[in-house]
């Protein structure tokens, strides 16, 4: 049953799976090592990067918290009919309680994922009849973790039904007793134990590993732009502060052949360097035809914005699963190339997703996606009658799913 111990490098997502999430009413994809997901705009690329996050919080137990910064539940469920067919919706009345599904699964080998999300069932507060505030906040109805590509009774390794949980031992048996578990809590954060709950722990640690960059700030007050104290920065901040530091730390103890060649590629001819005043570190780009190098305040935004995904995909340390938000925004055309191959080089340690609108940049990744290179998952999205589908994938095409029931 333990599989706890094995290598992550053999490990990703290959299947993600959302029900009744803004537009993905019903989505399941296929993911590879290197995954694409791209779309006209308004097709629910974003919403589908939004769901992967929303995934992560759940593990850290912040599911609740990420709702809340998008107005609540209510404000992210499928606006549309419970049955979707070819005809434009008409109005309905709901029937089906209100559920917010999300999952993922692996390998033959791997685990898989899943977590429904609904509306609070009521509950007092701290007080002996005192109702609680927070009577709006979703609760978690199921969790279940398993192992294999598909959920199925056998694979099950731990389960949790409204404020009930049950772990299978090593054994095989279920555990005896039923723990209580708060509804805003999850599985995962509460009951991962490396000797009763070894999967569940070694699953949690994995998703809390995922990595998401998502629209750098290169504004005149961004904080990259700035002067911070440096430190041994293996992984850049989600603010991009200590960019600096990040490319130093490339350079000393990552690949400082691909930085150069990234450099290179896209500014023939400079060099960056970084300068320590006083243990302050300042970002240096030195261009041919210029007398000084120029400051990180004085770059142009595109060129802040490529070194900051420079730092991000040659990190030291290579998360289990990078996901890019629209990392070609505010890019030259020409920037494009360079960042193509520092993402396929990414994916040769990491499992990758990009989600991008940009048919340049995706062309680019696919082209260099042969010989050693991972091969490219293309995932294009489009939006009929309010509703996310997967070009070309019909009914009997998506990947095996089964959610569990409440």
């Excluded at 537009?23 to 690329?45: E, I, M, Y």
């Excluded at 243990?279 to 595109?302: K, Y």
Aim: proline content about 8%; charged content about 20%; aromatic content about 4%.
């Amino acid at each position: 049953m333990g599989l706890a111990g094995r290598k992550s490098e053999s490990s990703h997502v290959t299947t993600l799976a959302v029900d009744n999430y803004r537009s993905l009413r019903h989505l399941v994809v296929p993911l590879g090592p290197l995954s694409v997901v791209t779309g006209a705009n308004g097709s629910g690329k974003s919403s589908l990067y939004r769901a992967l996050r929303l995934l992560s919080d759940a593990a850290r137990n912040g599911a609740v918290a990420a709702l809340a910064r998008e107005s609540g539940l209510t404000s992210t469920l499928w606006a549309g009919p419970e049955k979707v067919g070819s005809q434009p919706a008409r109005p309905t009345a709901r029937v089906e309680p209100v559920s917010l599904r999300l999952g993922f699964s692996g390998g033959q080998d791997d685990f898989g994922y899943a977590v429904d999300l609904g509306q609070p069932s009521g509950g007092a507060g701290a007080s002996a009849g005192e109702r609680t505030m927070f009577g709006s906040d979703p609760e978690t109805k199921r969790e279940s973790v398993w192992s294999g590509p598909v959920l199925c009774p056998a694979a099950m390794l731990a389960e949790r039904h409204n404020g009930a949980v049950r772990i299978r031992d090593t054994d095989g048996a279920w555990s005896h007793q039923n723990h209580p578990i708060r509804p805003y809590d999850s599985m995962l954060s509460e009951f991962a134990d490396p000797q009763d709950a070894p999967e569940a722990l070694r699953l949690r640690d994995r998703i809390r590993s995922w990595r998401f960059y998502d629209h750098f700030r290169t504004d005149a007050a961004a904080p990259a732009r700035g002067s911070h104290v440096g430190t041994r920065t293996p992984v850049l901040s989600h603010d991009g502060a200590d960019l600096a530091a990040a490319l130093r730390t490339i350079r000393e103890i990552g690949d400082r052949t691909a930085l150069d060649t990234a450099i290179g590629l896209a500014f023939p001819g400079s060099q960056l360097t970084v300068a320590d005043h006083a243990g302050r570190f300042d970002l240096q780009l030195r261009q041919p035809g210029l007398l000084r190098p120029l400051r990180a305040a004085e770059l142009s935004d595109g060129t802040l914005r490529y070194l900051l995904l420079v730092a991000a995909l040659l990190t030291p340390r290579p998360p289990e699963l990078l996901v890019l938000n629209e990392p070609e925004t505010i890019l030259h055309p020409e920037l494009l190339p360079p960042l193509a191959q520092l993402i396929t080089m990414a994916a040769a340690h990491s499992q990758v997703i990009v989600v991008s609108h940009s048919q340049p940049l995706t062309h680019a990744v696919q082209r260099l996606a042969v010989d050693d290179a991972p091969e490219v998952t293309t995932i294009q999205l489009v939006k009929e009658h309010g509703r996310t589908r997967v070009v070309g994938q019909g009914p009997l095409d998506e990947p095996a799913r089964h959610w569990p029931k409440r």
